[in-house]
């Protein structure tokens, strides 16, 4: 481990244990995990802004009118508000081209005031992401997207962790639950949640600890054959798939934690990849939706622009 690295401060876990009882299940409480994390990060911008003077900046970039990628952007910015985080919203239409998109990309790249920048996906479909995301400066690079940076994930040496893993890690970590040795089972192979989440739970070491780590993991997608028997072998079972309910009790080991990413917009309301109702009955500890996993990813995207300041300070010092 590159010992010069900034690294993420962790609390210790001791004081953080949050777990409620659900009916057999034990309920994992992003929300409240999230809340706790938020406070330690107000406390460290407050220092940062004793330091130096200014306040931690986030870019947003939003294309389009996507009712989702709204209310994501919205959540954002009440949490930068309640961190002592500045935000930008950047608005373009959603007939905006590559071009449009990447010239806004660059005046933020240019803005010495802005440490991070964040283009919400998913981007209408005659703009070209892949491009418009390695535009990106890596330092200011907040959903470790850009290549450089999933590079040095891949490599067990992050600057910016991606803030969906990350926050899923912050949560295990803080409820005791360590991976090390582990059978993890990550369903979907996307470039936000599944890819990164693998990366780092099958390294050696993490900015968390060993323990946090140095899992066996299996990656699993739409082409797995026999995905319920490599499920059932999970000690965690992590569904990033996108698709309602997907996760059957029958797949899950009996006493294993299953971490639900999905945020899936049905007729029944938001729900996840993952069927809680029954799945609670197998599992030893399960997030729910909502009130899992997504308001950690927000948290952790406040610790990311926390994190781009300070290097970006360090840089010109
Ligand atoms: N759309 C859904 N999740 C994300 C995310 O984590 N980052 C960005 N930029 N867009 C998203």
Do not use: W
């Not at 900015?207 to 946090?212: A, F, K, R, S, W």
């Amino acid at each position: 481990m590159d010992q010069r690295r900034i690294r993420y401060p962790t609390a210790p876990l001791t004081n953080t244990k949050k777990l409620e009882h659900a009916m057999s299940a034990k309920l994992l409480d992003g929300k409240g995990i999230s809340k706790e994390i938020q406070k330690e990060t107000k406390v460290k911008v407050e220092q940062f802004i004793a330091d130096h003077g200014e306040s931690p900046v986030l870019a947003a970039v939003l294309v389009g009118d996507d009712p989702a990628s709204q209310v994501y952007v919205r959540n954002k910015e009440r949490a930068c508000a309640r961190a002592g985080i500045e935000s930008q919203l950047h608005r373009l239409p959603a007939t905006s081209t590559t071009e449009d998109i990447l010239a806004k990309v660059v005046e933020l790249n240019e803005d010495s005031q802005v440490n991070g920048i964040l283009v919400q996906l998913p981007l209408p479909d005659q703009a070209d992401s892949r491009v418009i995301l390695d535009a990106i400066d890596p330092q200011k690079d907040v959903d470790a997207f850009h290549p450089h940076n999933v590079g040095l994930i891949s490599q067990g040496r992050p600057q910016f962790l991606p803030c969906t893993p990350h926050g899923i890690v912050q949560m295990l970590k803080r409820c005791g639950i360590e991976t090390t040795g582990k059978s993890v089972c990550v369903i979907g192979r996307s470039d936000i949640v599944g890819k990164p989440m693998a990366m780092m739970l099958g390294q050696k070491d993490s900015d968390l600890g060993p323990e946090m780590a140095n899992a066996t993991v299996t990656l699993c997608h739409s082409r797995t054959q026999n995905l319920a028997s490599i499920t059932q072998q999970a000690d965690i079972l992590i569904a990033a798939i996108g698709r309602p309910n997907f996760v059957t009790p029958d797949m899950i080991k009996p006493g294993a934690v299953v971490v639900d990413v999905g945020i899936n917009r049905t007729e029944q309301g938001l729900v996840g990849d993952v069927d809680f109702d029954s799945g609670k009955e197998v599992a030893g500890f399960i997030t729910p939706v909502p009130g899992g996993v997504g308001p950690l990813t927000v948290t952790m995207l406040l610790e990311n622009t926390l994190m781009a300041a300070i290097i970006q300070i360090k840089s010109i010092a």
